[in-house]
């Protein structure tokens, strides 16, 4: 068996710690905004908790590529670690440093063998719709014409844009709250993009199994068939023999004697 390479257990060791320290990031981010009484002592201790997940994970990257093989191979290749890598940095908004653990976790979770698409999707669907919400409500609940004032206000908008329905009963009112919202609108079309593929791909497999199925059926029998006809002839050729050795008369198929033999 190939032994695994250093690459390799480094992920399988840091996925699950990366994973915890995600979450931590999701309640970092989420309660000053849930809880509008926080100080700003309690705000200070989750921002740093937010950079400090944000630093495992670029630390996480530069590990992978300094023990990649092919270092311009796997920069090609995670283009998009790179990018959430190099985002909070380039601008340090809370918004960003959510976004970029969002990629960074979906990238390390699509690695896990044993995470199943349906499991992945339905965690996608999760994430985008918290961190949604608590984007867009501490984006426009201090807007002056904003209608997003409360976290259910917030989820419903939310669930509404990502299903692409739109009621028009909340919508955001400032420049970043609208880029989150064609955000969630893009994510929604591609996340139902990805269940109905899913869908069709099982039919399709489900299908062919069956047209699989009924062709080795179908041979069997065609076997089987040819296999009974070859006995049958057998048996045929078997019984003439005896009808002839019981007559006197030579079997089809058996040469007659000739010369000194039929003298004797």
């Not at 979906?106 to 999707?121: E, F, N, P, W």
């Not at 608590?134 to 976290?151: K, Q, W, Y």
């Not at 069997?220 to 003439?240: H, K």
Request: proline share 4%.
């Amino acid at each position: 068996m190939k032994e695994p390479s250093a690459q390799a257990r480094w992920e399988q060791r840091t996925q699950r710690p990366l994973l915890a320290l995600a979450v931590g990031f999701a309640v970092a981010y989420a309660l000053p905004i849930v809880d509008t009484t926080a100080g700003h002592r309690l705000t200070a201790v989750c921002t740093a908790v937010e950079w400090v997940v944000w630093a495992a994970f670029a630390v996480d990257y530069l590990m992978r590529l300094a023990m990649s093989r092919d270092r311009r191979r796997f920069v090609r290749t995670h283009w998009m670690d790179l990018c959430a890598v190099v985002l909070p940095i380039l601008q340090p908004l809370r918004l960003l440093r959510m976004v970029s653990t969002l990629i960074l976790v979906g990238r390390r979770a699509r690695m896990a063998s044993q995470i199943q698409l349906t499991t992945y999707v339905a965690g996608a669907v999760i994430g985008l719709l918290m961190f949604g919400s608590l984007a867009v409500l501490s984006v426009e609940r201090d807007s002056p014409h904003g209608n997003i004032r409360t976290l259910g206000d917030a989820v419903w908008w939310s669930f509404t844009t990502m299903t692409t329905v739109g009621y028009g009963d909340h919508a955001p009112t400032t420049g970043l709250g609208r880029m989150i919202a064609v955000g969630l609108m893009l994510s929604g079309i591609a996340l139902l993009g990805v269940v109905t593929a899913n869908i069709a791909t099982w039919f399709i497999a489900r299908f062919e199994k069956d047209d699989v199925e009924e062709r080795r059926q179908t041979e069997a029998i065609e076997a089987l068939t040819a296999e009974v006809r070859a006995l049958r002839a057998e048996v045929a050729a078997l019984s003439g023999a005896e009808v002839a050795a019981l007559s006197g008369a030579p079997a089809a198929g058996v040469p007659l004697p000739v010369g000194d033999e039929v003298s004797r």
